[in-house]
């Protein structure tokens, strides 16, 4: 009868564990691994981060890689697997100055005409080495608009083609309903402009200012060192090395390039009138004008790295998917000129050493449980998320794990300040599934969760969400000191940055132990 029992019941048990396994079975986090995540660590964490000798983590810098060689190395301690072999994703930074060679030469009715550089015209920063030769059209503001009815591209054939545009709006001196009158929209800016000559498919841009609301046309584009002897050489940014592959060339002109497309600066102030007048495009080409214009820049390239570790998950299929826990670890560097005695160290503890450490504690906390979870779960922090998410950018263009099977991103940005019990939620509308899963770990913790979409594209889990990957950005908030030499560690309240990693912790224990994929909401 024993026997006949065993083989009955336990094919059953089997069957019965197996069935959960695959529908959702949430096996229990370890106790001791939750406990883990304490004040003290993170202090410890903070107080090397956000220390003077790193002279506030900018990027790039050798406080940055100090930070990173850190990080690494706590990930190597706590037996957190490398990726491919590495702790380090690296990158290149481009700083992009003018080279040598530059040149505009526009010739109209059979006539050429030299454009000096810097007088004559200055290249915008979006561009790398270009060369253009090809017509002109007039495409008035350079603006398509559907929700203000006007649009300069329709009608007109860009095609490979050099645009002339203003600047600014139209009517931004009139105190009508325009646009949004005196108000500038989104659409006034260069980066605007350059992205909807690129759509209409221009191969060049040319930007002017516009004669009828001021008296100097003087190009501005950009303050490049090279141009102008006054700006130090470490004036120029870094930006993403590829960062421009896809631009047209764009520069600023001035009284000599409307003189030669259009006889004179009287006659394009006419044109301005016109469209500002009758607030309606007018824009045509110009049939006897051609440019040719060579952009001739020189890149001093410096690599930085994403830091990251993995934990690999233990049950056969669901160990191919993903749970991302990030941060950015790098801040904004320190003072260039201060006076003796005055504190000019950026020093970040909150922004986001706190964040940082709070990923570090959670990464700890994963290696120590004695139950391994069924998701693999990707550790990383970010380089250059204040330069412009440049880390997180670089992660989801060239994921080191397959984007389609990432299933959330958690990222931690400023956890450390303001009301012990209060966090927020940044995201809970647009990943509704997360928001859940991040409330009822939440019980174990006890903040008063805020939903928050007020910063929505001002963290690193923002370039997740491009992607269509559901997040939840934690986040306790701004505070006088953001950005200031005042955010140092003796401000945070590490009982509370703790208790976010425990959250944090709680709610990635869920997501890496069930089968369930997530809603992401992309269209509002």
């Not at 389609?404 to 809970?428: E, F, Q």
């Amino acid at each position: 009868m024993k026997n006949f029992l065993t083989q009955l019941i336990l094919p059953s048990l089997l069957f019965f564990f197996l069935t959960f396994h695959h529908d959702g079975y949430s096996q229990k986090p370890d106790k001791t691994a939750l406990k883990s995540i304490t004040p003290e660590v993170i202090k410890q964490y903070i107080g090397f981060l956000a220390s003077d000798e790193l002279l506030g983590r900018n990027t790039p810098s050798p406080g940055l890689d100090t930070a990173a060689a850190y990080i690494a190395r706590e990930f190597r301690l706590n037996v957190l697997s490398p990726v491919n072999g590495s702790y380090f994703q690296n990158f290149p930074l481009c700083k992009t100055d003018l080279d040598t060679g530059c040149f505009l030469r526009i010739r109209n009715n059979g006539v050429l005409t030299s454009i000096p550089l810097k007088s004559g015209f200055v290249p915008y920063y979006i561009n790398h080495s270009r060369q253009f030769s090809g017509e002109v059209v007039f495409a008035g503001y350079g603006i398509t608009a559907p929700e203000y009815d006007y649009d300069d591209y329709a009608g007109v054939d860009v095609k490979d083609k050099a645009v002339l545009i203003f600047r600014h709006e139209p009517s931004e001196n009139d105190s009508g309903t325009f646009f949004e009158g005196q108000a500038p929209t989104k659409y006034s800016g260069i980066r605007s402009k350059a992205i909807t000559a690129i759509k209409a498919g221009a191969g060049a841009m040319m930007v002017v200012t516009e004669p009828g609301n001021y008296a100097s046309l003087k190009p501005k584009g950009f303050l490049w060192p090279s141009l102008t002897k006054s700006l130090p050489a470490d004036a120029i940014p870094y930006t993403m090395c590829d960062d421009a592959e896809d631009d047209i060339p764009g520069l600023q002109v001035g009284e000599d390039v409307a003189a030669a497309l259009f006889g004179s600066v009287d006659n394009l102030r006419m044109l301005q009138k016109n469209i500002d007048s009758t607030h309606q495009p007018h824009s045509y080409a110009l049939p006897s004008a051609t440019v040719q214009l060579n952009i001739k820049t020189r890149n001093n390239e410096r690599d930085v790295a994403n830091v990251v570790s993995f934990i690999e998950g233990n049950d056969p299929v669901l160990k191919n998917e993903f749970v991302v826990i990030g941060a950015h670890y790098d801040h904004v560097g320190f003072k260039k000129q201060a006076k003796p005695g005055e504190d000019y160290i950026y020093n970040g503890a909150d922004d986001n050493a706190s964040g940082t450490s709070g990923v570090m504690a959670i990464a700890r906390a994963f290696s120590l449980s004695n139950v391994k979870p069924k998701r693999s779960i990707l550790f990383i922090l970010f380089a250059g998320e204040e330069k412009g998410l440049y880390g997180s950018d670089y992660y989801t263009e060239h994921p080191l794990f397959p984007l389609d099977k990432t299933v959330a991103m958690l990222n931690l940005d400023m956890i450390g300040r303001n009301a012990p019990n209060s966090l927020n939620l940044v995201g809970a509308a647009k990943s509704p599934d997360l928001a859940t899963i991040t409330r009822t770990a939440n019980k174990k913790i006890g903040f008063k969760l805020v939903d928050d979409n007020s910063v929505m594209g001002g963290s690193d889990h923002y370039n997740f969400y491009q992607k269509g990957i559901p997040f939840m950005f934690y986040f306790a908030g701004l505070h006088d000191d953001y950005h200031q030499v005042g955010d140092n560690p003796d401000k945070i309240d590490y009982a509370k940055a703790a208790r976010v990693a425990q959250l944090v912790f709680l709610t990635a224990w869920q997501i890496a132990n069930e089968d369930k994929h997530y809603k992401v909401i992309t269209n509002n």
